[in-house]
């Protein structure tokens, strides 16, 4: 039997996931994010660099599960979490009244036999052109911090979304179709069967 570790410090994420699974066990990663030229690559990256800080950490038995979440601009390329206040509304005015993608993925490694899978999900978001005040508005809220491109679409910023095409729980941060899928189909673990729900 797997002990599920969540290598994550997203109370969001934590929360979220509990709600299939009450004693998966989370261990707060401990690493530097990057950013790269390729989504794909900055997400893969950082999500592993997340299961191996805790890996020590994990019990012997356990399946770590590490996510990272980033938008990329067809234009400006691969948006992070923004370090400042600045940086947030800089991101916030390139993001206003475009369309632009959300990468979400998912690395996983079976500590017993080290086998390591990544998965990820992508998804369309369009948001609305954003004024002076509705920006400024928003950065006050300081719902900002923490959040890949500077804003969280369960939040706040759900006002700002015109349309998303994909899946709704990736661009949060938890592409949990992907991840129900790889957990049942690679490790044979049924989030609907795990214990706690």
Same mark, same amino acid.
């Given at each position: 039997m797997y002990v599920i570790v969540l290598a994550t410090s997203s109370e969001r994420r934590i929360n979220f996931l509990k709600n299939f699974c009450k004693d998966l066990l989370v261990i707060k990663p401990n690493i530097r994010e990057i950013i790269m030229h390729d989504?794909?690559?900055?997400? !893969?990256?950082?999500a592993r660099n997340? *299961?191996?800080? #805790?890996?020590d950490k994990a019990p012997d038995n356990s399946i770590i599960i590490g996510f990272d979440t980033v938008i990329h601009h067809p234009d400006y390329g691969v948006f992070g979490k923004p370090r400042n206040r600045d940086e947030a509304e800089f991101m916030l005015r390139i993001l206003s009244d475009t369309i632009h993608n959300i990468y979400s993925g998912i690395y996983?490694?079976?500590?017993?036999?080290? !086998?390591?899978?990544?998965?990820?999900? *992508?998804?369309? #978001?369009?948001?609305?052109?954003?004024?002076?005040?509705?920006?400024?508005?928003?950065?006050?809220?300081?719902?900002?911090i923490d959040k890949a491109g500077g804003?969280?679409?369960?939040g706040y910023a759900s006002i700002f979304i015109e349309w998303i095409e994909g899946d709704l729980y990736n661009v949060v941060g938890i592409p949990i179709n992907t991840l129900f899928k790889v957990l049942k189909e690679v490790y044979g673990i049924d989030l609907t069967k795990c214990s706690g729900t």
């Open positions: 989504p794909l690559e900055t997400i !893969r990256i950082n997340k *299961v191996l800080s #805790v890996y996983i490694i079976n500590k017993p036999d080290r !086998r390591e899978v990544f998965k990820y999900s *992508v998804s369309k #978001v369009k948001l609305m052109n954003l004024d002076e005040e509705l920006i400024q508005w928003y950065l006050s809220t300081n719902e900002w804003y969280a679409i369960q």
